[in-house]
């Protein structure tokens, strides 16, 4: 079975450039590696029993409805591990109407079973300004206050997943201008779990 490898970030922090890199990277050097997207895998489990809703509008469904299909997501990535790194594009926690809700709690972390965590974090300011300018998303309006707030609460709940599952935690930093240092770094350790 191969391993699983899941990278998380708060909105912003630049995630999906640092990956779509990773996933090019790891073809260079002949690693075989697969990139899954949580959200989308809930929405494409939505879509087939006829709700299409918005990636950025999930967060803002029934929280019961967001439960059951995070469940569902979770094993369905579970079984799409194999004979490669499986690297999934979640978050550590969704703010939402209510509150923080854990994309990782117990009966989805246990379903994935990762081999290793990753945090992507990013200069607060520079978060802030990413929000701002995002035309492609739907992002509520945030303050700088609130994403201090969102990088504290990623590496508190990123302590509890640790916890767990007894996966170790890294935090890479995401510097404005140069991921292909975040890149290397994620990549060395997935060297390290193959
Ligand atoms: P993303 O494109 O990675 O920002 O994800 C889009 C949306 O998918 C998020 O805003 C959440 O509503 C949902 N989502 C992603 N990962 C999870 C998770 N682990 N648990 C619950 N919802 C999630
Ligand atoms: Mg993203």
Same mark, same amino acid.
């Given at each position: 079975?191969?391993?699983?490898?899941?990278?998380?970030?708060?909105?912003?922090?630049?995630?999906?450039?640092?990956?779509?890199?990773?996933?090019? +990277? %790891?073809?260079? &050097?002949? =690693?075989?590696? #697969?990139?899954?997207?949580?959200? /989308?895998?809930?929405?494409?489990?939505?879509?087939?029993?006829?709700?299409?809703?918005?990636?950025?509008?999930?967060?803002?469904?029934?929280?019961?409805?967001?439960?059951?299909?995070?469940?569902?997501?979770?094993?369905?990535?579970?079984?799409?591990?194999?004979?490669?790194?499986?690297?999934?594009?979640?978050?550590?926690?969704?703010?939402?109407?209510?509150?923080?809700?854990?994309?990782?709690?117990?009966?989805?972390?246990?379903?994935?079973?990762?081999?290793?965590?990753?945090?992507? +974090? %990013?200069?607060? &300011?520079? =978060?802030?300004? #990413?929000?701002?300018?995002?035309? /492609?998303?739907?992002?509520?309006?945030?303050?700088?206050?609130?994403?201090?707030?969102?990088?504290?609460?990623?590496?508190?709940?990123?302590?509890?997943?640790?916890?767990?599952?007894?996966?170790?935690?890294?935090?890479?930093?995401?510097?404005?201008?140069?991921?292909?240092?975040?890149?290397?770094?994620?990549?060395?350790?997935?060297?390290?779990?193959?």
């Amino acid at each position: 079975m191969g391993s699983l490898v899941i990278i998380t970030g708060t909105p912003g922090v630049g995630k999906t450039s640092v990956l779509n890199k990773l996933a090019k +990277e %790891a073809e260079k &050097e002949k =690693i075989a590696l #697969r990139i899954v997207n949580f959200g /989308t895998t809930m929405n494409n489990l939505l879509e087939s029993s006829g709700n299409n809703v918005h990636r950025d509008e999930l967060r803002k469904q029934n929280l019961g409805k967001q439960k059951a299909v995070q469940l569902e997501a979770a094993k369905l990535i579970s079984k799409m591990k194999n004979h490669y790194v499986l690297v999934v594009d979640t978050h550590m926690f969704i703010r939402t109407s209510v509150g923080a809700f854990p994309g990782l709690p117990e009966y989805v972390i246990k379903e994935l079973d990762p081999s290793m965590l990753v945090l992507i +974090e %990013a200069d607060p &300011e520079d =978060i802030t300004k #990413r929000r701002e300018k995002d035309q /492609t998303r739907k992002r509520d309006a945030q303050t700088f206050q609130d994403v201090e707030s969102d990088l504290e609460w990623g590496r508190k709940t990123a302590a509890a997943c640790a916890i767990m599952t007894g996966a170790p935690v890294s935090i890479i930093n995401n510097e404005e201008g140069s991921p292909d240092n975040a890149v290397k770094q994620i990549l060395d350790m997935i060297k390290e779990v193959i």
